[in-house]
C-alpha cells in the first residue's frame, strides 16, 4: 500500500483544514489507518485512528472534540477534518495504515507527510 496525504496549509487559529490521504492497493479497506503528527523539535505523535470499517474511531485527547477522522473505502482515501485549529497544533501530519493482529495495530505503511501551520 502507497500512501500520499495532502491538504496541509497555512492557517489562522480558530480555522479549520481538511486533509486528505490516498492510497493505492486493495488491502486499504482492511487496514486501520491513522494520523500521526511531528512538531518541529518534538517526536511524533498519535493524533487519531479509524478501524477498517471506519466504526470505531480513536482520538488524543488534545484534539477530542476538534477533529474528526473519517474513510472512504470505495475511493481508497482517508480524511481529517481539523476545526478549531490552535497553534500547538502546527506540525507535519503523516498518515498511516495497518493490520490489527488481535488488537494491536501495526501501522507498516506510511504517508510522505503534509505541512499544517496555524498561526496565532
Known amino acids: 500500500v502507497q500512501l500520499q496525504a495532502f491538504g496541509g496549509g497555512l492557517v489562522q487559529a480558530g480555522g479549520s483544514l481538511r486533509l486528505s490521504c490516498a492510497a493505492s492497493g486493495r488491502t486499504f479497506s482492511s487496514y486501520v489507518m491513522g494520523w500521526f503528527r511531528q512538531a518541529p523539535g518534538k517526536e511524533r505523535e498519535f493524533v487519531t485512528a479509524?478501524?477498517?470499517?471506519?466504526?470505531?474511531?480513536f482520538y488524543a485527547d488534545s484534539v477530542k472534540g476538534r477533529f474528526t477522522i473519517s474513510r472512504d473505502n470505495a475511493e481508497n482515501t482517508l480524511y481529517l477534518q481539523m476545526n478549531s485549529l490552535k497553534p500547538e497544533d502546527t506540525a507535519v501530519y503523516y498518515c498511516?495504515?495497518?493490520?490489527?493482529?488481535?488488537?494491536?495495530?501495526?501501522?507498516?505503511?506510511w504517508g510522505q507527510g503534509t505541512l499544517v501551520t496555524v498561526s496565532s
Open positions: 479509524i478501524s477498517w470499517s471506519g466504526g470505531s474511531t
Open positions: 498511516a495504515g495497518g493490520p490489527d493482529r488481535n488488537g494491536r495495530v501495526t501501522y507498516d505503511y
